[in-house]
């Protein structure tokens, strides 16, 4: 079921020494990124900026076995972390809730069918009591009831992701739906916030866009993960597009597979937006979609240059005041 009842960037500024090397060190790492993809020829600094090279959007490939494919062509290529993981902060995952981590269908409308094998295949599933804001004929609360079926691996992949990243989820659903539902799931608080359709925007182009700003101001150190691309079209190089996931996929290994490994391995970067913009090319794929390059945030090489120009000024007034 589709999801039920589905900012402007400010600069940071560092109080201490140490975080305004930290924060100097990021953008400084985010242009040699640049210029190691410059040199390699993928993508070109032109491109980035710009986004004008034609690409179509690929979501995360599945995993296939050894015998029946070479898993080269599903590999991600991430460069190795420039320092050391102690000395970064946790990276934010940003988690969708519908058709990423479990799917809902009205329990009225499920065929019996479904949810038998559903069971016979292994796949996790209960029913869900949701009051709506709507009121009845009599004035009371409105009662609707939905039948969620989980993600395979949903709770492995909530507990290793929660070992090396903050975790947030962002759902376009109503809290009246949403919050029980993340309540049975979550039992274990690994979600340390959580966002409802009120806090998403409207734009030109799409209505309930997931706004990363409102979550944090570091954008080298924040993911989102969700089925719907248009989700983050506002930060399209933060994005990781999955699979949607349906009751008949009762053996999807996305989760344990592919999106645990490569966020593993984006926790390990200074900054993940050169690393998805090779992998996905995002922008490119909004511009096919007939959203402009204005239609979405995108990095300007001034803005980046001015941030550290500051940074370099800050840095070096407080070391004479030293």
């Known amino acids: 079921m589709a999801e039920i ?14 975080q305004v090397w930290r924060t100097l060190l990021n953008w400084m ?5 640049i210029f190691v993809q410059i040199i390699r020829g993928t993508p070109s600094l032109a491109s980035f900026i710009n986004y004008s090279s034609p690409a179509s959007f690929k979501p995360l490939p599945v995993v296939e076995s050894p015998e029946t494919s070479n898993l080269s062509s599903a590999s991600v290529h991430i460069p190795p972390a420039v320092v050391d993981c102690d000395c970064l902060e946790k990276l934010t995952v940003v988690l969708d809730l519908d058709e990423t981590l479990v799917c809902a269908y009205e329990t009225s409308s499920l ?19 949701c009051v709506s804001s709507d009121k009845e004929g009599d004035g009371k609360p409105k009662v609707s009831y939905v039948t969620v079926f989980e993600r395979p691996g949903l709770h492995e992949f909530l507990n290793q992701l929660s070992k090396f990243a903050d975790l947030v989820l962002f759902t376009a659903g109503l809290e009246g739906y949403a919050k029980p539902l993340v309540d049975r799931i979550d039992a274990e608080s690994r979600i340390s916030r ?19 700003s409102f979550v944090s101001k570091d954008f080298g150190r924040i993911v989102i993960v969700d089925n719907n691309p248009f989700s983050f079209l506002l930060q399209p190089v933060n994005g990781i597009p999955c699979i949607p996931f349906s009751a008949g996929q009762p053996h999807d290994d996305q989760l344990l597979e592919v999106l645990l490994p490569l966020l593993k391995q984006l926790s390990e970067q200074m900054d ?51």
């Not at 009842?5 to 140490?18: D, H, I």
């Not at 959580?194 to 990363?212: A, G």
């Open 194 to 212: 959580r966002l409802y359709r009120p806090s998403t925007i409207s734009t030109e182009y799409r209505e309930h866009v997931k706004d990363l």
């Open 29 to 33: 790492t985010f242009f040699v990124q």
């Open 111 to 129: 065929p019996d069918s479904v949810r038998r094998q559903a069971t016979e295949a292994g796949l996790t599933w209960f029913e869900l009591e």
């Open 5 to 18: 009842g589905q900012a402007s960037t400010e600069v940071y500024a560092p109080t201490t020494t140490l």
């Open 272 to 322: 993940v937006r050169p690393v998805l913009y090779e992998r996905f090319r995002m922008p490119e794929w909004f511009q096919k979609h007939g959203i402009p390059a204005s239609g979405f945030a995108r990095p300007s090489l001034v803005s980046f240059l001015t941030v550290s120009s500051l940074m370099v000024i800050l840095i070096l007034v407080r070391e004479d005041d030293v």
